[in-house]
């Protein structure tokens, strides 16, 4: 079954430094998000990606987040300059269609201190 | 008011046991509903859509209030692998690629 791909799983950085979280979206998918969940908190959207363009971004996804699609089968997350507070799970998700069912990678455990 | 808003529980039920999971959502254009379930420290998994009538997968069964803007899911003869947090989910009316809204979850464990 194929599945939403994310590395690395667990990432730990200095405070101020730029971090890049990397997912593999399925293959067939055309629609990519990435949603964040500060330990013990809701899961909360962070953007959505669509032909090589943010669709929307939450008030969290200020100028220190951007999105890249790279290559035709990568998907990155950026944090220019990470404070304590950016501590999360980082998982990204991708559907076949607008409203479709999102499919969640494993996550990636970021750790900033 | 909460977007959307669960029971944080946690509900400890032996295994066999029907447990009812409650949920409200505030924006009453919200189109699209479902059930996530979300293991410790893994990734939201999609248990169902709700649709409108109701639906029934097995032991679970998803409902939809849109007047009362209610959500439920009810698992009969739970089993010790259903422990898990639940989560109920709300599809963002406005936001043009389906983003989804999260409720905080509702812990379940069921004992043997």
């Known amino acids: 079954e194929p599945e939403v791909t994310q590395t690395p799983s667990h990432q730990v950085t200095q405070m101020g430094q730029e971090v890049i979280l990397r997912c593999v979206p399925i293959?067939?998918?055309?629609?990519f998000y990435w949603y964040r969940q500060i330990l013990g908190q809701k899961v909360e959207f962070l953007v959505s990606?669509?032909?090589?363009?943010?669709?929307?971004k939450s008030e969290i996804f200020d100028d220190q987040f951007s999105v890249e699609r790279p290559d035709g089968s990568n998907f990155t997350l950026k944090i220019r300059s990470t404070k304590l507070e950016d501590s999360a799970m980082y998982f990204c998700a991708s559907s076949e269609t607008s409203g479709d069912t999102q499919y969640f990678g494993p996550g990636t455990r970021l750790t900033v201190l | 008011r909460k977007e959307v808003e669960q029971d944080p529980g946690p509900f400890n039920v032996p295994e066999g046991a029907t447990v009812a999971f409650n949920c409200t959502y505030s924006n009453s254009a919200s189109q699209s509903f479902f059930w996530y379930r979300q293991d410790c420290r893994k990734e939201p998994k999609l248990l169902m859509s709700?649709?409108?009538s109701g639906n029934e997968d097995g032991r679970f069964t998803a409902q939809l209030n849109r007047a009362s803007q209610y959500i439920s899911l009810l698992i009969r003869d739970s089993k010790l692998s259903d422990s898990a947090t639940y989560l109920c989910v709300v599809n963002r009316i406005g936001g043009s690629q389906g983003n989804l809204i999260f409720g905080k979850g509702t812990k379940l464990s069921v004992k043997p």
């Open positions: 709700v649709y409108s």
């Open positions: 293959s067939n998918h055309l629609y």
């Open positions: 990606f669509y032909n090589n363009e943010i669709s929307e």
